[in-house]
């Protein structure tokens, strides 16, 4: 599972010119940005609940900014079995 987060939005004449990542405290890592500013963090290694993400970000003129949040991973994602029913289909979750 992938968690996909909102770009970064600066002045037009700055633009992001670089971020970084922090997951739970730990050691801030270098984050790739698309070139529309977009990133991602693959979950797959994460455990299932809370944690912290931060994200540090740099404009071309040098400003930082800092943002937190509080998420809740589930990487097994939903489930559905399809089975028919006669003249209707049962859905389970």
Known sequence: MRCEHPKFRTDTASG?????????G???????L???GHWQQETA???DGP????VRAWDRAGRMAEAHWQITLD???PS???APGGRQW???Q
């Open 75 to 77: 990487n097994a994602g």
């Open 16 to 24: 992001v010119a670089r971020a970084a990542l922090a997951l739970d």
């Open 51 to 54: 944690h912290t993400v931060a």
């Open 80 to 82: 559905l079995r399809v």
């Open 90 to 92: 049962m859905f389970w």
């Open 26 to 32: 730990g050691a801030w890592e270098p984050l790739p």
């Open 45 to 47: 290694l994460l455990a």
């Open 34 to 36: 698309s070139t529309e």
